[in-house]
């Protein structure tokens, strides 16, 4: 009695598992990509309802809001003091605009820029990490503000996607220049920067 047995050779089975490999490495990459597309979506939104927040105030005051040493201007890290993080009652201004108790979601960890003329406080600009925190990534940062083009007042940044430092922008280390807030939300949102 003869048998004849069917099974998967060792060079079979070994072009099979390569496959699998390759299927398996393309999800991870084009899952990754999905996620940091994600991220950046957020943070992105999260800068255009800053920049909305402002806006609701210029309307309501006649100027954004003024960083600085002055009587009425809000110190340094201005979105942590200004959202009601930190800072005095008197600094949180723009907290009534986020929509209430946790009205305001930064997405994952990034840093907040803010910048203001210094004249009459008409141009406002508002930047995101998209790296993780002072875009550690070195993904570049996304703007939107009335002063695209006009901030900060030594050396404007003149378009809405900035590249990071690694990437040749000179905008990247401009942007760092300005004040920031850096948001974490395990840490419960805005924190004071490093």
Known sequence: MDRKYTA????ELLIVMGILVILIAVGILV??????????????????KLYTMLLEYKNDNGSYPNLGNCSRCIREEFFARALGSTGTEEEQVLK??????????????????????SYDQQ????????????????????????GIGMLPEENPI????????????????VIRGLDDSDWDP???GFSLSN
């Open 31 to 48: 899952g990754r990509y999905a996620t940091l597309k994600s991220q950046d979506t957020r943070h992105k939104d999260a800068a255009r």
């Open 8 to 11: 998967f050779t060792l060079v």
């Open 96 to 117: 009534g605009y986020a929509g209430g108790e946790g009205g305001f979601d930064g997405g994952s960890k990034a840093t907040y820029y803010y910048s203001v003329d």
């Open 123 to 146: 141009f406002v600009l508002v930047c995101v990490s998209l790296g993780g925190i002072d875009d550690e990534a070195e993904r570049g940062y996304y703007c939107v503000g009335s």
């Open 186 to 188: 395990r840490q419960g």
């Open 158 to 173: 003149p378009y809405n996607d900035v590249g990071s430092r690694s990437s040749g922008d000179p905008y990247g280390a």
